[in-house]
């Protein structure tokens, strides 16, 4: 009985660390909001597809929502903000991590295009932190206009020193 209850408490523990690296590793990181436009949307780099997400309505207020690409950090948003990343052509595995909770969205990219993915996070209490479940989709060009228009951009760069 006790080997069981062991056993049930590694794999719940090390489960939710692997769920929650699922996205990509941990690392320390920087983000804040800026005025300005990205000079990705004013000279798209040839060769790529611009990607938008955007969280016009995350219910965890001003936490902090990391997105990945493949596995790699692409930008963070918080509660009426957006980012905008180049990425090359393909299919890519784009995941949104709250806290230990996940969501995963694979879209094949064209050159030259633009896309936009929408971001939300539901209020929820986890290990004392403000988390819940997270949502990433994909929505048109028109429907930005209408859900964003008092958005922020945010900046995202990684520390040095890893986690």
């Known amino acids: 009985m006790k080997r069981t209850l062991i056993a049930i408490l590694l794999v719940a523990t090390f489960g939710t660390v692997a769920r929650a690296q699922l996205c990509g590793p941990d690392v320390k990181h920087s983000a804040w909001r800026v005025e300005s436009q990205s000079p990705l949307e004013a000279n798209p780099p040839a060769g790529k597809a611009l990607v ?44 949104s991590k709250s806290g230990p909770n996940v969501a995963h969205l694979k879209l094949t990219l064209e050159a030259g ?35 964003c228009k008092k958005c922020k951009r945010m900046e995202f760069a990684e520390k040095n020193g890893g986690k």
Request: with cysteine.
């Open 52 to 95: 938008y997400v955007l969280s016009p309505r995350q219910g965890g207020g001003m936490s902090q929502v990391k997105v990945s690409a493949d596995r790699v950090w692409i930008g963070v948003n918080e509660m009426d903000t957006y980012f905008v990343a180049a990425l090359d052509p393909g299919t890519h595995d784009f995941c």
């Open 113 to 147: 295009k633009s896309y936009y993915l929408e971001q939300h996070v539901v209020i929820g209490w986890n290990s004392w932190k403000m988390h819940g479940p997270t949502t990433l989709q994909e929505i048109t060009e028109e429907d930005t206009a209408g859900i």
